[in-house]
């Protein structure tokens, strides 16, 4: 789409919302208006992978980067994901250092590592800790696709199991936020080890009677659905986001035909019994909140972990 | 034992007549008899289930299968199992559970099948269901790599106690193609991957993934079938006896402990 165009949707849009437009119109609807004709910083708007609808930033990001024409959940950073789960100031990281190694010496991977740390801020593709969402603690886990694709190597397998380990030690619930393109190919076997790991760790928290919620998230695919992420008590995904174990493309090789575009959708899953329900990101906190509530879990004051 | 490339090796385990599941299993077990279905939805053929006698003593068996002629792969899908047929694994474990059997898990696939029909019935969680249900499952579970272990397809049938590979098997997280083709975009660098990814029986045992080699007759299985059914049946004697020997709890934790000690990284 050129300039022209995408500037011509975004006024035909706003014309067409003319009664609640002056809310909406934003500093970069005006600067682009001003501007016709200048090239316009890409990120200044949001184009939905999902409907193709096309949406200033500013507003999407409002919108808990939610896609207000679709309802599709887009991807968060780790830290925008914990803002909106954790009470604040009330997380406290686990195993903050750790790092893959490089098992098959796989060229270059640990350049590659260390730019996604700067650019990511995280040192592998999961933040796990221990923190309280509406008053009620819990140890949690976001996965970040923007490190690698979220896939999982050791430091994610060791992490994962951990905070597992540890709530089994404490009694605790673990809420996991998924997104992942599965195995994360570079470390070899190891990463298809974690897969066992993490199902290991889960089975005996499992056995010590602790709840575990799973929020699948976009996109969670790979050897992350088959093991941690299809494991959970709960079972919880955004909307419109993609789970699925084999690649879109790869069935769609296997197969010689276009797959129907809600295939591997949330909805997908939960037509075809995989999740408990589907959940909006502005109802999260309060639905993690209540399950746990649910699980006899006692709240504290928010904000307070004790370590 | 003579070092062959890991490229040679991918050549050997597609020779044609290398041999399958059907092939080993009346050279080393008694009186097999096949059990089917998951009880949920069907049956697969690409895992086939069973109980049969090893030394006169009730084992059950779990084997992925490949054809050995066009007919075959079309009925058992090129050993690439549906959520069914992992169902049917668990449920056949469980069943030895209860009666204290051994478990054997013959491993041979490409991976599990990528398919409109797989993803709709759940192909991630039948193989998450089988990692966990299998780490807590109180009798011994010993899985072979025959050829091919392909992924997560495959490791859905090798959380155990011991994993074993035949000498040339290959155990991968995904196959050397599909390396090839995700990270370079070029599926036609296969050769180039299988050497660099580490998936021999020896860098296995190197990393603690794999516990044993079982050798192979020169040249490959194929050159002597009933020589490495024999070398597997040795390998197996000796295992079984030893898992037998240990109590369930202790069985449970160093399964545990397999599986957690993996993973190279620093703090
Ligand atoms: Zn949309």
């Not at chain 1, 002056?22 to 184009?47: H, M, Q, T, W």
């Not at chain 1, 408990?276 to 307070?304: P, T, W």
Request: charged share 30%; glycine share 6%; hydrophobic share 40%.
């Amino acid at each position: 789409m050129g300039l022209e165009d995408l500037l011509k949707k975004v006024k035909d849009r706003f014309d067409d919302e003319a009664e609640v437009a002056p809310a909406l119109r934003s500093a970069a609807y005006n600067k682009a208006e001003s501007e016709k004709g200048v090239k316009i910083p890409e990120d200044l708007f949001f184009k939905c992978p999902r409907c193709l609808t096309t949406s200033y930033k500013e507003d999407f990001e409002k919108n808990r980067k939610v896609c207000a024409n679709c309802n599709y959940h887009a991807r968060l950073t780790w830290r925008e994901r914990l803002n909106l789960t954790a009470d604040r100031n009330s997380f406290s990281e686990f195993d903050a250092n750790m790092e893959s190694q490089n098992p098959i010496d796989y060229p270059e991977y640990a350049d590659k590592l260390q730019k996604l740390r700067k650019a990511c801020d995280m040192r592998d593709a999961v933040i796990t800790g221990e923190c309280t969402i509406r008053g009620y603690k819990a140890v949690i886990g976001i996965m970040d696709s923007n490190f690698m694709m979220a896939s999982m190597g050791s430091v994610v397998g060791e992490k994962i199991t951990r905070a597992f380990e540890y709530a089994t030690k404490n009694k605790m619930p673990v809420i996991l936020f998924t997104a992942s393109g599965g195995a994360r190919m570079q470390e070899g076997i190891i990463s298809l080890m974690q897969m066992a790991k993490t199902s290991g760790a889960i089975a005996k928290f499992s056995d010590a009677g602790q709840l575990y919620i799973t929020v699948l998230t976009d996109p969670t695919t790979g050897g992350v659905t088959a093991s941690f992420a299809s494991l959970g008590d709960v079972i919880i995904a955004e909307p419109k986001v993609l789970i699925g174990f084999a690649g879109r493309r790869v069935i769609q090789d296997t197969i010689k035909q276009k797959l129907p575009d809600e295939f591997q959708s949330a909805e997908f899953l939960l037509e075809n019994g995989f999740v408990d329900l589907i959940c909006e990101r502005r109802r999260m906190r309060s639905y993690l909140a209540r399950i746990m509530r649910m699980h006899n879990y006692e709240k504290i004051e928010e904000g307070r972990v004790n370590k | 034992m003579s070092r062959i490339s890991a490229t040679e090796r991918l050549a050997l385990i597609r020779v044609k007549n290398r041999p399958t599941v059907n092939d080993y299993i009346p050279l080393i077990f008694d009186g097999f008899i096949e059990m089917h279905g998951d009880r949920h939805y069907g049956d697969d053929a690409a895992i086939l289930g069973g109980i049969a006698t090893f030394y006169s003593m009730p084992v059950t068996i779990l084997a992925q299968v490949k054809g050995r002629d066009v007919e075959e792969n079309k009925r058992t899908n090129f050993a690439m199992p549906h959520p069914e047929g992992y169902r049917k694994a668990l449920r056949l474990a469980k069943q030895a559970e209860k009666f204290n059997r051994p478990v054997i898990c013959l491993v041979d696939t490409p991976g599990a099948f990528c398919g409109i029909e797989a993803e709709e019935r759940g192909q991630g969680e039948a193989i998450a269901r089988n990692l966990m249900e299998f780490m807590t499952l109180k009798t011994p579970v010993i899985s072979i790599v025959l050829g091919e272990g392909g992924s997560g397809g495959a490791l859905a049938l090798a959380v155990c106690d011991e994993l074993a590979m035949l000498e040339n098997a290959l155990y991968s997280v995904i196959s050397p193609r599909g390396f090839a083709s995700i990270l370079w975009k070029d599926p036609s660098r296969e050769k180039e991957a299988a050497e660099l990814m580490k998936i021999t029986s020896e860098d296995l045992l190197n990393f603690g993934v794999c516990e044993k080699i079982i050798s192979e007759p020169a040249g490959g299985a194929h050159n002597d079938c009933q020589l490495t059914a024999d070398n597997i049946s040795e390998y197996l004697f000796d295992a079984i006896k030893r898992l037998c020997r240990t109590d369930a709890e202790t069985l449970l934790k160093n399964r545990y402990q397999k599986f957690r000690k993996i993973g190279m990284f620093t703090e």
